[in-house]
Structures are given as structure tokens and as C-alpha cells.
């Protein structure tokens, strides 16, 4: 059956509930070691800036939480391809399970950005190009849970979200260069690939800790979810009645 | 070729096709999407004088001036190449400085920029307040040397 091939054994439920199963506190583990160290590098180590002053050290959530809403939207809308293409069942049930951890984190920076635009900028939310993207990207997220959930049958409700997925896609090259395509109130990158960062090297250590952090969390959390829809998608197979009764 | 390599194919072209797409609506909407102009873009003419509209750039250094009553500010904002005065009633925010990013909601009467509301645009740079201070001072020796070519 799917288990033929070597190359499809993590794509069979049964074995990748086992095998998530066992890497999940690791990545809780490491998500909440480089946490605590990214926020005392932060908060304790990194210097004041030179004219936000303290306000600034709002970048060591909301970077971390606006890279991963664009990055998990990116890895969603790919695993939805392979789901299509491949009519693989774990990759619909990867991509449901990353949604609510992007829509969590699209929220995290959203708000934080507010937080700290109301004092730095005078204004809690302005339409510039960034901050509309950014929202769009949260409805986008909203939309494909609400849109999975409102059908009964899991295929349709997979196929319909994967296609949300895809078409939203477009949106997140347009959240990352709209600080660059256009003349835009949020401020441009200030880490990027093709130059060197413009800021003190342990703020950006900070970040990049911080942002590991967000990693580790991201791929702990959307594992539980995943298990979670298995769980809820075969529980009338055979290999869960045999893994209840085992267990009781 | 698989069915299932086809259906990729596609799925990859449908996705690449609505890029094209997203690119030529937004191509098309560019002066909506700009959040401010800047000021050699209203000498131009290029922005609405017949509603609000933004102005973005730098407060230039000394143009700051404050009205008996507090409240009122006056200031040109720059883009090194044209000046635009602009009047504003009201608080401006912290970050507000000579010589900073600032971005101004108003409209133009008489070549003066009516603002009723300023935000402060600050750039992407972090640093802490002692390396600020050592830049600030090697521009400043910079500039004292590339003066007298200026014929100031």
C-alpha cells in the first residue's frame, strides 16, 4: 500500500503520528531554551538605540513573529501543492496544521507593531503598503480555516483551502518588498540578504536567537496539530484502535 | 510524463501566472500605493492638490520654528533636492527631529503644506547612543572639510 516505497513511509499517518510523537518535546525544549536566551540577550545585554531609546526592543518579538507569519504562509501554500499534485493526505493535514500557529504570529506582529507605532510614529496604524499586506496575509489565514471547517467532507475541505493557499501566496513577495516598491511609513529591512545588517551586532544576535526561538516553536506546535487531525481523520483505522487499546 | 508531475506543472504555472497578474494590478494602482510623495514630486505636480494627500522626507536642519501658543510648528520638509513649508497644529510625536525622517497629512494652500497630522518616519538603522555620537561626529568633520568647495 503506501507503505511500497521507502520514500512515502513519513507519509503514512500511522508512522509519522509515532515519529512526530517523539520529536515534539525537543522542539518545545529548544524553542523555549533559545526563548529565554534570546530575550535576556534582549532585554539585559543589548544596548538602548540611539533614538527610540527602550521602544525598540519591541523588534525582538514582532521580527521574529512577521518573518514566520510570511515564512509558515509560504511552507502552508507549498505542502497545499504537494497535496494537490500529489493527493498525499499528510500534506493537506501539514498545511491545516500550520494556519493557526501563522494566523497567531501574523497577529503577534500586527499588534506589536501597534504598540510600538502609536509612540514612534504617533500613529497606532496607518494604510501604507506593508501594514495592509500584512493584514491581508492575517484574512488570508482566517479565511482558509474558516473555509476548511464550513465543509463537512475533509477531501473537499482540504482541495478548496489548498487553492486559498495557493492564490494567497502572491501576497507574501508583495508584504516583503513593499518597504522597497514603494514609499512606505514602516521603515525598510534592516537584515537582509544582499547587505550587511544596519544595526549592532548584539540586537541582531538578539533577534536571530529570538526568531531560532520562533522556529522551533512553530514546528512543535503545528506537529501537535498534525497529530491532533490524524488522530481525528483515521480514527477509524486500524492502527489507532490497536494504539487506544494499547495504551488503556 | 505522471499525471501527478503534469498536475504539478500546472499548479506551478497557475501560481506563476497569478504573480504576473498581482504584478500588473499593482503596477497599474502605483500612485495609489505610494504612501506619501515626496517633496520634488509636489513641485512636479504629480500629487493631488485638490485633496489630502501625504508629504514625506527629511525636517530640514533649522527650519524648526514654534508659535508663541505652543501648539502651533513650523517646518520645511526636504528631500535635499526641493523644500516644502509645511504648518502643523497639534503634538508632534517623540521621534520628530530636525534633520529625521517625517511624513505630513495635509493639503497645499498657497505653496505651504496646511498638515493636520505629522508622523515620524525613522530609519532602519539600530544602534546604541555612543556609536550614534561617533558617527554624527565623523560626518560633521566630513562636512567641515567639503564646505569650502561649496563656496559657503
Excluded at chain 1, 12 to 35: D, K, Q
Excluded at chain 1, 190 to 199: C, F, G, Q, R
Aim: proline share 4%; with cysteine; charged share 15%.
Amino acid at each position: 500500500m503506501i507503505n511500497r516505497f521507502n520514500k512515502y513511509r513519513y507519509a503514512s499517518p500511522a508512522t509519522f503520528y509515532h515519529f512526530a510523537g517523539r520529536l515534539i518535546p525537543w522542539f518545545y525544549g529548544a524553542a523555549a531554551l533559545f526563548c529565554v536566551a534570546g530575550l535576556y540577550i534582549g532585554l539585559f545585554l543589548a544596548p538602548t538605540d540611539f533614538q527610540q531609546s527602550e521602544a525598540y526592543r519591541i523588534i525582538f518579538i514582532h521580527v521574529p513573529a512577521a518573518w514566520m507569519s510570511m515564512f509558515i504562509y509560504v511552507v502552508m501554500a507549498c505542502w497545499a501543492a504537494l497535496g494537490l499534485a500529489f493527493n498525499t493526505r499528510m500534506s493537506f493535514m501539514m498545511a491545516s496544521a500550520l494556519a493557526p500557529t501563522g494566523a497567531m504570529l501574523t497577529f503577534v506582529s500586527l499588534w506589536t507593531g501597534a504598540l510600538w507605532g502609536k509612540p514612534t510614529w504617533g500613529a497606532w496604524w496607518v494604510w501604507d503598503a506593508r501594514l495592509t499586506s500584512e493584514l491581508i496575509l492575517f484574512f488570508l489565514y482566517l479565511g482558509f480555516m474558516a473555509l476548511q471547517s464550513a465543509i463537512d467532507d475533509p477531501r473537499r475541505a482540504d482541495r478548496a483551502g489548498a487553492l486559498i493557499a495557493l492564490v494567497g501566496v502572491v501576497n507574501v513577495p508583495i508584504i516583503y518588498f513593499s518597504v522597497r516598491w514603494w514609499n512606505t511609513l514602516h521603515q525598510g529591512a534592516s537584515v537582509s540578504m544582499t547587505k550587511a545588517p544596519s544595526m549592532a551586532s548584539i540586537m541582531l544576535v538578539g533577534m536571530l536567537v529570538m526568531a531560532l526561538a520562533a522556529w522551533m516553536y512553530t514546528i512543535a506546535a503545528a506537529l501537535s496539530r498534525a497529530r491532533c487531525i490524524i488522530l481525528e481523520r483515521e480514527r477509524n483505522a486500524q492502527w489507532v484502535a490497536q494504539m487506544l487499546e494499547a495504551d488503556a | 510524463m505522471k499525471t501527478r508531475h503534469k498536475k504539478l506543472i500546472l499548479i506551478g504555472v497557475a501560481v506563476i501566472g497569478l504573480g504576473v497578474v498581482a504584478t500588473l494590478v499593482l503596477n497599474a494602482f502605483r500612485s495609489n500605493l505610494v504612501f506619501f510623495f515626496t517633496p520634488t514630486q509636489v513641485v512636479k505636480g504629480e500629487a493631488p492638490l485638490d485633496r489630502a494627500f501625504r508629504v514625506g522626507g527629511l525636517v530640514e536642519n533649522g527650519s524648526l520654528r514654534r508659535e508663541p501658543d505652543g501648539v502651533t510648528a513650523h517646518f520645511r520638509i526636504t528631500d535635499t533636492a526641493q523644500t516644502i513649508p509645511v504648518t502643523y497644529k497639534g503634538l508632534l510625536p517623540d521621534l520628530f527631529k530636525e534633520g529625521k525622517g517625517v511624513v505630513a497629512q495635509g493639503r497645499l494652500n498657497n505653496s505651504e503644506f496646511v498638515a493636520d497630522q505629522v508622523l515620524a518616519k525613522h530609519d532602519e538603522n539600530y544602534m546604541p547612543p555612543e556609536a550614534a555620537s561617533a558617527l554624527e561626529k565623523a560626518q560633521k568633520t566630513q562636512k567641515t572639510l567639503v564646505l569650502p568647495q561649496e563656496g559657503k
